[in-house]
């Protein structure tokens, strides 16, 4: 039988706001005046030019809701129940438009691809009326064995001080991670706790695709 020597692939050429708009099919090609994208895994993929080598690069995710102005925009943390972390990605940065790495509307972390490595940098303000008792429990949640990324995070000021949190996680996807996401929780341990000004920047190490 023939081997064949050459395949011809459709590529639409469209606006760079299409783009930023749309979901590319799996193996579908879109083409803008800089850039062509490959629809991958639920992601808009710049196959060419290669962006920051392999299409590695960053984002930076702020959440604009919970902005602690006062009380009312602090997240309320009550004893011993677990709650997502929240981040409504009000304003994001990337190093490159097509790169993103949160699901906002399931608030959690996804990738591209499975063996993908990707380094997480959470950063938020907190508070508690009493630090001698209270402590946060931070962990990921969405895949076996994901759940020993977790840590027990201590209040160092108490009658409600405000103190900056700043965690820092390292991780690669699996087949499973890949296809649920990851999903930051959080939960308060001893007693109340508020959170607010919360960030993730969230960055891709290395391409296993």
């Not at 590695?56 to 919970?66: E, I, V």
């Not at 009380?71 to 990337?94: I, Y």
Request: proline share 2%; hydrophobic share 35%.
């Amino acid at each position: 039988m023939a081997k064949n020597t050459a395949y011809r692939v459709h590529v639409e050429d469209v606006e760079q706001s299409v783009v930023d708009n749309v979901n590319i099919e799996d193996g579908a090609m879109l083409r803008t005046d800089e850039y062509l994208y490959m629809g991958h895994n639920n992601q808009n993929v710049i196959v060419y030019p290669q962006t920051g080598g392999l299409n590695l690069g960053w984002a930076r995710y702020n959440d604009t809701f919970y902005v602690g102005s006062d009380d009312t925009t602090k997240l309320l943390l009550a004893d011993g129940v677990e709650v997502t972390l929240p981040n409504n990605a009000g304003t994001v940065t990337r190093s490159h438009p097509s790169l993103n790495f949160y699901d906002v509307a399931n608030q959690k972390f996804v990738g591209l691809n499975e063996n993908d490595v990707y380094a997480v940098t959470v950063v938020f303000k907190k508070s508690a009326a009493n630090a001698n008792q209270t402590h946060l429990d931070f962990k990921l949640t969405g895949a076996d064995d994901y759940d020993r990324i977790n840590m027990a995070l201590g209040f160092y000021k108490g009658n409600d001080e405000t103190q900056n949190q700043h965690i820092m996680l390292q991780y690669y996807l699996d087949a499973n991670a890949l296809a649920n996401g990851l999903t930051p929780k959080v939960t308060a341990d001893g007693g109340t706790a508020k959170i607010w000004d919360i960030i993730f920047f969230i960055q891709r190490t290395q391409n296993a695709g």
